[in-house]
């Protein structure tokens, strides 16, 4: 069974710019999280989504931005790009909302903003 | 406010030298902790799931307990490829998404 996959897997942009970034779940699960992992901060959850709703969110401004498609596919957006927002980051997949499913990450998409 | 702690932050072992990682949390009702395992430039690795007090999970040399405020996770005759951080995170009975605690840096020397 694949993995969580995210793309891309390195991204630099230019302070200013938008961003898309994209997570493909573990067939069959339905739930995506998303998080930002710095060195200062550790692993900050973003928001969650499932059968394509929000579900929760976390403490970032309204720059950061998500989606969920019918298939599952997630994808993140941040605009309006500044320099502290360079970080890795995690998608996460669950099978169900809310169960006591460990969610199991992709690989990251280490963003660099210059 | 649930929060999470990870105690120390950073350890160093020699090759066959156990010890434990700390994990303490407050959490407005557990609904689970997990351990997960990070390497350099890569997404966490899932460990164990563990949901109640007294509960024990074991893999290879790892083994992860659980108390009501804090959970430990036991580390026998380490390798040098166990180096990694390892990440303690907790569920509350009243949300999705999981907390995350700061991480222990663990370097096993051979």
């Known amino acids: 069974k694949a993995g969580v996959t995210q793309t891309p897997r390195y991204l630099i942009k230019t302070r200013g710019q938008q961003v898309t970034l994209s997570c493909s779940p573990i067939?069959?699960?339905?739930?995506v999280s998303w998080y930002q992992q710095t060195p200062g901060q550790g692993l900050q959850f973003l928001f969650e989504?499932?059968?394509?709703?929000?579900?929760n969110k976390g403490n970032f401004p309204g720059r950061f931005s998500g989606r969920q498609f019918s298939n599952s596919r997630s994808e993140m957006n941040v605009s309006t790009l500044e320099l502290g927002d360079s970080a890795l980051y995690l998608c996460?997949?669950?099978?169900?909302?809310?169960?006591?499913?460990?969610?199991?990450f992709g690989q990251g998409t280490r963003l660099t903003v210059v | 406010e649930d929060q999470v702690t990870q105690s120390p932050e950073a350890l160093r072992l020699q090759e066959g030298e156990s010890s434990s990682l700390n994990c303490s949390y407050t959490?407005?009702?557990?609904?689970?902790l997990f351990w997960y395992r990070q390497d350099p430039g890569k997404g966490p690795e899932f460990l164990f799931t563990?949901?109640?007090a007294g509960e024990e999970k074991e893999k290879e040399r790892l083994k992860a307990t659980l108390t009501k405020k804090e959970s430990f996770l036991h580390i026998t005759a380490p390798k040098p490829e166990d180096s990694a951080t390892y990440l303690c995170?907790?569920?509350?009975?009243?949300?999705?998404?999981?907390?995350f605690g700061p991480g222990t840096r663990l370097s096993v020397l051979p």
């Open positions: 996460a997949s669950r099978p169900h909302d809310g169960d006591q499913y460990s969610a199991f």
């Open positions: 989504y499932f059968s394509e709703t929000q579900r």
């Open positions: 959490v407005s009702g557990l609904r689970g």
């Open positions: 067939s069959g699960h339905r739930s």
């Open positions: 563990l949901y109640s």
């Open positions: 995170a907790v569920q509350a009975s009243d949300g999705q998404n999981f907390v």
